[in-house]
């Protein structure tokens, strides 16, 4: 096999392993991605999260070449997808339709992916073990679940041992168990140096397995950054506090300019770090019995930053 | 592009539809020439190995394999593979020339061997060897045009009963009523008006070699256009 830089070393020394820059594409009317810019790094795996419709697809699609885009640029290390020598080795997708001729079978697909990629003919096989399609490698693919085609597209994306992998939505069909596999699988591509840009939905899915999230929505990039960093959102810290005298308590915070919502004992302070709330509740002479960081649910989050109910 | 040509050679041969139309193809071809040959009152033996249908089959073999892309969703894994979409299509266009090829060696091939023997057993006059020649270039030279005509028409069309379903019109209603209407213009379309000079059969108006010539023409004009929509198209 053809040999590249190590793993998690761009190509162009400095530049991120996906950049999106000032990205849009319409189809006709409708404006599916608008002035859309983010990098991925390699070593971390990306959530890229947004409701239906909120340009997702088009946007990976874009980076894959298979739509135009209508300004700006998606680039792996600053080249286009098909400028990319060798693009299979480069960059493994799982794209949200993923089909194969249902009369063939899964080894037959990969060998043609393999010959098509200039892999070698052992990396059929190993993909297969990898995603534990082996035994029913000489099926036509037409007899199988739609978990059993996820993993095939997923192997077909391992199959040049790419720098980057892309996927969108691949839990679909996926059982449980295949789940926590395809959570493992993207932990050990990352740990690898690996990029990988997972697009979901399924918000509980991604906040289990990402390092950074991008959300979406409209087209637009409304938060990008590390998980806990966008989970806690643009608010500033928060704090959650359970006081003997709430009454007292939240009185002291509001009188120092922080917002306070009051559930019975229980306190959310929003502009408030854990220590601050510990210094003004002991300036204030008030017993607290429990003190913690508050960070937002994913849920809440995305529903804040998209306006949208998941 | 020779990786891309070995991939779908692969894809061909290990498809189930490609050997059931060879299989068939031959049969049908042997049982018609047989026929032909055995109960023909004034049988020519050039007519009989040349007017032969079975050579249109690989104008839908290929039409159908470029339309299944779509049909089957495939196109887009096959453009991540290969992302240059116009060698893309011309590694599939050059793949069902080889594949008219083959399927008309192995037509053709049996069915003069075994239409040679019943003519010569009845003592009516058979091909010799220039004449076996003559007839296997003409039907190796259409199938090797006509695949990859029925690749390009269905990647322009992409609809695969559309698709199949118009280049059967064309090739048996449309263009011979054309022929018979205004003949100088029927004789230069692309499935049976130009092809038919080319075997030397009853549309045979132009003589082989301006025949092929159109033939070609036709395959590379309908190519450019396949290639220039594939390039634009968005694949959603």
Redesign the interface.
């Given at each position: 096999m053809k040999k590249f830089p190590p793993l998690g070393k761009p190509k162009r020394p400095g530049r991120a392993a996906v950049e999106i820059r000032d990205l849009s594409k319409r189809f006709g009317a409708v404006a599916a991605v608008n002035h859309l810019s983010f990098e991925i790094e390699p070593g971390r795996v990306t959530g890229f999260l947004g409701p239906n419709g909120a340009g997702k697809s088009t946007t990976l699609r874009a980076l894959l070449g298979l739509v135009q885009p209508s300004s700006g640029s998606a680039t792996f290390g600053g080249l286009r997808y098909d400028e990319l020598d060798e693009p299979s080795a480069r960059v493994g997708a799982v794209l949200e339709d993923a089909s194969f001729h249902p009369g063939r079978s899964a080894r037959n697909h990969l060998r043609v992916l393999a010959i098509t990629g200039n892999h070698p003919p052992h990396r059929v096989e190993e993909v297969l073990s990898a995603v534990g399609l082996s035994d029913a490698a000489d099926r036509r693919v037409k007899g199988y679940s739609m978990g059993m085609r996820q993993r095939l597209a997923i192997a077909a994306a391992l199959l040049g041992d790419p720098q980057v992998l892309i996927l969108d939505e691949p839990s679909n069909g996926l059982d449980p168990p295949g789940i926590i596999w395809l959570r493992g699988l993207m932990r050990e591509q990352a740990a690898d140096g690996r990029a990988v840009l997972i697009s979901s939905h399924v918000l509980a899915e991604v906040a289990q397995s990402v390092d950074d999230v991008g959300v979406i929505a409209d087209g637009e990039l409304r938060a990008q950054g590390p998980l806990e960093q966008v989970l806690g959102g643009s608010d500033g810290p928060a704090t959650t506090v359970r006081a003997q005298d709430p009454v007292r308590l939240t009185g002291a915070l509001e009188r120092r300019g922080h917002r306070v919502d009051r559930d019975g004992d229980v306190l959310n302070v929003f502009g408030a770090t854990p220590e601050e709330v510990g210094e003004i509740a002991g300036h204030e002479r008030l017993a607290v019995l429990g003190l913690a960081p508050r960070t937002r649910s994913l849920e809440e989050a995305f529903i804040a930053l998209t306006g949208v109910q998941s | 592009m020779t990786?891309?040509l070995?991939?779908e050679l692969?894809?061909l041969r290990?498809?189930?539809?490609f050997a059931a139309v060879v299989a068939s193809a031959a049969a049908l071809s042997l049982t018609l020439v047989v026929l032909g040959a055995a109960l023909g009152k004034e049988t020519k033996a050039h007519a009989l190995f040349t007017n032969s249908a079975i050579t249109y089959i690989i104008v839908i073999l290929g039409a159908i394999a470029m339309t299944?892309e779509w049909r089957?969703?495939?196109i887009?894994?096959s453009?991540?593979?290969?992302?240059?979409r116009v060698r893309l299509l011309a590694a599939k266009a050059i793949s069902y020339s080889v594949a008219g090829i083959a399927l008309s060696i192995i037509v053709t091939v049996p069915t003069i061997i075994v239409g040679e023997l019943v003519l010569s057993g009845r003592g009516l006059a058979t091909l010799g060897a220039g004449g076996i020649a003559d007839v296997l270039w003409r039907n190796l030279a259409v199938a090797a045009l006509l695949g990859p005509l029925g690749v390009c028409v269905g990647a322009l069309v992409r609809n695969q009963i559309v698709t199949v379903v118009g280049l059967v019109i064309m090739a048996a209603a449309i263009e011979p009523a054309v022929f018979q209407a205004v003949p100088e213009v029927g004789r230069l379309l692309p499935l049976a008006g130009a092809p038919g000079g080319v075997l030397g059969g009853t549309h045979g108006d132009l003589s082989p070699a301006p025949a092929l010539a159109v033939m070609v023409a036709w395959t590379l004009t309908i190519f450019a256009a396949a290639a220039w929509r594939l390039r634009?198209r968005?694949?959603?």
């Amino acid at each position: 096999m053809k040999k590249f830089p190590p793993l998690g070393k761009p190509k162009r020394p400095g530049r991120a392993a996906v950049e999106i820059r000032d990205l849009s594409k319409r189809f006709g009317a409708v404006a599916a991605v608008n002035h859309l810019s983010f990098e991925i790094e390699p070593g971390r795996v990306t959530g890229f999260l947004g409701p239906n419709g909120a340009g997702k697809s088009t946007t990976l699609r874009a980076l894959l070449g298979l739509v135009q885009p209508s300004s700006g640029s998606a680039t792996f290390g600053g080249l286009r997808y098909d400028e990319l020598d060798e693009p299979s080795a480069r960059v493994g997708a799982v794209l949200e339709d993923a089909s194969f001729h249902p009369g063939r079978s899964a080894r037959n697909h990969l060998r043609v992916l393999a010959i098509t990629g200039n892999h070698p003919p052992h990396r059929v096989e190993e993909v297969l073990s990898a995603v534990g399609l082996s035994d029913a490698a000489d099926r036509r693919v037409k007899g199988y679940s739609m978990g059993m085609r996820q993993r095939l597209a997923i192997a077909a994306a391992l199959l040049g041992d790419p720098q980057v992998l892309i996927l969108d939505e691949p839990s679909n069909g996926l059982d449980p168990p295949g789940i926590i596999w395809l959570r493992g699988l993207m932990r050990e591509q990352a740990a690898d140096g690996r990029a990988v840009l997972i697009s979901s939905h399924v918000l509980a899915e991604v906040a289990q397995s990402v390092d950074d999230v991008g959300v979406i929505a409209d087209g637009e990039l409304r938060a990008q950054g590390p998980l806990e960093q966008v989970l806690g959102g643009s608010d500033g810290p928060a704090t959650t506090v359970r006081a003997q005298d709430p009454v007292r308590l939240t009185g002291a915070l509001e009188r120092r300019g922080h917002r306070v919502d009051r559930d019975g004992d229980v306190l959310n302070v929003f502009g408030a770090t854990p220590e601050e709330v510990g210094e003004i509740a002991g300036h204030e002479r008030l017993a607290v019995l429990g003190l913690a960081p508050r960070t937002r649910s994913l849920e809440e989050a995305f529903i804040a930053l998209t306006g949208v109910q998941s | 592009m020779t990786a891309l040509l070995r991939a779908e050679l692969l894809k061909l041969r290990t498809t189930r539809t490609f050997a059931a139309v060879v299989a068939s193809a031959a049969a049908l071809s042997l049982t018609l020439v047989v026929l032909g040959a055995a109960l023909g009152k004034e049988t020519k033996a050039h007519a009989l190995f040349t007017n032969s249908a079975i050579t249109y089959i690989i104008v839908i073999l290929g039409a159908i394999a470029m339309t299944g892309e779509w049909r089957h969703r495939t196109i887009t894994g096959s453009v991540l593979a290969a992302p240059n979409r116009v060698r893309l299509l011309a590694a599939k266009a050059i793949s069902y020339s080889v594949a008219g090829i083959a399927l008309s060696i192995i037509v053709t091939v049996p069915t003069i061997i075994v239409g040679e023997l019943v003519l010569s057993g009845r003592g009516l006059a058979t091909l010799g060897a220039g004449g076996i020649a003559d007839v296997l270039w003409r039907n190796l030279a259409v199938a090797a045009l006509l695949g990859p005509l029925g690749v390009c028409v269905g990647a322009l069309v992409r609809n695969q009963i559309v698709t199949v379903v118009g280049l059967v019109i064309m090739a048996a209603a449309i263009e011979p009523a054309v022929f018979q209407a205004v003949p100088e213009v029927g004789r230069l379309l692309p499935l049976a008006g130009a092809p038919g000079g080319v075997l030397g059969g009853t549309h045979g108006d132009l003589s082989p070699a301006p025949a092929l010539a159109v033939m070609v023409a036709w395959t590379l004009t309908i190519f450019a256009a396949a290639a220039w929509r594939l390039r634009s198209r968005d694949l959603v």
